[in-house]
């Protein structure tokens, strides 16, 4: 069985390697013993959400926070290829649904959409909460799945605002894909992203600069739908429309389902 993991919301200490302590504090030391309830003597592993994990032992515990020995530190590096999950706001807590399964299944990214057809909103005044709900949807995402790196979780955007994130000049940025998830696209998903990563040199490997790496955006539309003018806008935008299978899937399996897909098709399902 893995270990229990928690985050270190400062990162692992500049001094930190094996025999070393680390104590665990605040709101995760307090769930760790409290929720969790850790012990001493258990063996847990503390994240620093940018790739390190170190195996430790846990020495002392008191009813808000733990002090552990460094056993082990270990890195992991980024996939060879980012996917990230655009995500347009959606009733019922689907979209947080598809969010928590997308950070367990390895997304890197996240960018919350307000899609014209959402019938969730985000007010400028509520927007942070929201975005704050989300960040921490995908703190407990990446503890659940054990993983490493924390995904960050971007402000809302509007389609305007994601249609000017996007390289509208695809040949003057081969290395940039977007990919808008619609039930009314010729291509399968599959022959799409296997255009994008023929043009690119060995993607996959793990070897490229974090910042470097080859970048799929994956688009999913509410549960009303991508509307056509948006479709229009952000395909005159870069964006290329994608077909997932025969079926009409939720707003919530959607953008899971597409990850799990192009993660195996770019060689990085299990990085």
Do not use: Y
């Not at 270990?74 to 947080?96: C, N, S, W």
């Not at 990563?197 to 539309?221: F, M, N, S």
């Amino acid at each position: 069985m893995s270990n229990q993991a928690f985050l270190l919301d400062d990162g692992l200490p500049p001094a930190a390697g094996p025999g070393t302590t680390i104590t665990l504090e605040g709101a995760e030391g307090h769930h760790a013993v409290t929720v969790k309830r850790v012990r001493a003597g258990e063996q847990i592993d503390l994240l620093d959400g940018a790739g390190a994990r170190a195996g430790c032992t846990v020495l002392t515990t008191d009813k808000a926070s733990l002090t552990a020995r460094v056993d082990r530190i270990t890195h992991e590096a980024a996939p060879g290829v980012e996917i990230v999950l655009v995500q347009a706001l959606a009733k019922g807590d689907r979209d947080l649904q598809a969010v928590e399964a997308a950070v367990e299944l390895g997304v890197e990214a996240v960018i919350p959409w307000q899609a014209d057809r959402s019938v969730v909103r985000w007010p400028a005044a509520k927007a942070e909460k929201g975005r704050q709900k989300w960040a921490g949807t995908v703190r407990s995402a990446v503890k659940q799945s054990r993983r490493t790196w924390l995904p960050p979780v971007a402000g809302v955007v509007t389609t305007a605002q994601l249609a000017g994130q996007l390289p509208a000049d695809r040949a003057a940025q081969p290395s940039h894909l977007a990919i808008i998830l619609h039930e009314a696209a010729t291509e399968p998903l599959s022959v799409v992203v296997r255009d994008f990563l023929d043009g690119l040199e060995a993607p996959g490997t793990g070897g490229e600069d974090q910042a470097g790496r080859p970048t799929i955006l994956l688009i999913v539309g509410p549960e009303g739908g991508i509307s056509e003018a948006e479709v229009q806008r952000l395909v005159a935008a870069g964006a290329r429309t994608a077909l997932l299978g025969r079926h009409v899937l939720r707003a919530s399996t959607a953008g899971p389902a597409a990850l799990v897909l192009t993660r195996h098709l770019a060689g990085v399902l299990d990085d």
